[in-house]
């Protein structure tokens, strides 16, 4: 059984940095697709970055040059780390994880994310930036 479990989220001003971290248990795939979406009060879902076995980073355009994502295989956690935070950034960040087909393929997982179809997530973890 795969879980997932965030921490990290908190309150910031704009500008500012936060750092998010989703420890993962339970899951042994060889090919994987690794991600973080957000969903903020009456805002759609918006997938936010996607990682996958091969190392292949996507991100969404609004947080471009913004956030990183990264992977500890050793640790078995997921990052995010985000600076230069706005109030558009405040959401409840979750990260969501599955397996994913042994091809390469630069776009595969973001795409998968961005259809919300990545079956494992965790329970959020809620970020807000003050203006």
């Known amino acids: 059984q795969v879980q997932l479990a965030e921490s990290g989220g908190g309150s910031v001003q704009t500008g500012g940095s936060l750092s998010l971290s989703c420890a993962a248990s339970?899951?042994?795939?060889?090919?994987?697709?690794l991600g973080w979406f957000r969903q903020a009060p009456g805002k759609e879902r918006e997938a936010v970055a996607t990682?996958?076995?091969?190392?292949?980073?996507t991100y969404a355009d609004s947080v471009k040059g913004r956030f990183t994502i990264s992977l500890d295989n050793a640790k078995n956690t997921l990052y995010l780390q985000m600076s230069d935070l706005s109030p558009e950034d405040t959401a409840m960040y979750y990260c969501a994880a599955d397996q994913a087909p042994p091809q390469r393929s630069d776009n595969y997982c973001y795409a998968v994310l961005f259809r919300d179809e990545l079956n494992y997530r965790g329970q959020g973890t809620q970020v807000s930036v003050s203006s």
């Open positions: 990682i996958d076995n091969w190392n292949i980073t």
């Open positions: 339970g899951y042994t795939f060889r090919h994987y697709c």
